[in-house]
Nanobody, 115 residues
Framework: QVQLVESGGGLVQAGGSLRLSCSAS????????MGWYRQAPGKQRELVAT???????NYANSVKGRFTISRDNAKNTLYLQMNSLKPEDTAVYYC?????????WGKGILVTVSS
């Protein structure tokens, strides 16, 4: 079992920055990959960024060059640095951890970008 708790969301103006954090606990030694997903109102949940155990990262085209995913293993924490935010980045952001074959999810945190 893995428990994930997101923090750092909120309201920001377009062009601003936010850093999301995801604190992991439980069987964290079994985590093979972690990531951030988001779901905007009326839309399906979509991948934002992922990072695997070796450190390789992957980003959605819509956030490349603006968002950075990172992981601090000593603190059992996943981060998402979001810069140059746009109104279309408004969504509930979810932290994800993969312990094959199970996906674990946080409860999500709201990010609102005003124009």
């Amino acid at each position: 079992q893995v428990q994930l708790v997101e923090s750092g969301g909120g309201l920001v103006q377009a062009g601003g920055s936010l850093r999301l954090s995801c604190s992991a606990s439980g069987s964290i030694f079994s985590i093979k990959a972690m990531g951030w997903y988001r779901q905007a109102p009326g839309k399906q949940r979509e991948l934002v960024a992922t990072i695997i155990s070796g450190g390789s990262t992957n980003y959605a085209n819509s956030v490349k060059g603006r968002f950075t995913i990172s992981r601090d293993n000593a603190k059992n924490t996943l981060y998402l640095q979001m810069n140059s935010l746009k109104p279309e980045d408004t969504a509930v952001y979810y932290c994800n951890a993969v312990v094959a074959p199970v996906n674990y999810w946080g409860k999500g945190i709201l990010v609102t970008v005003s124009s």
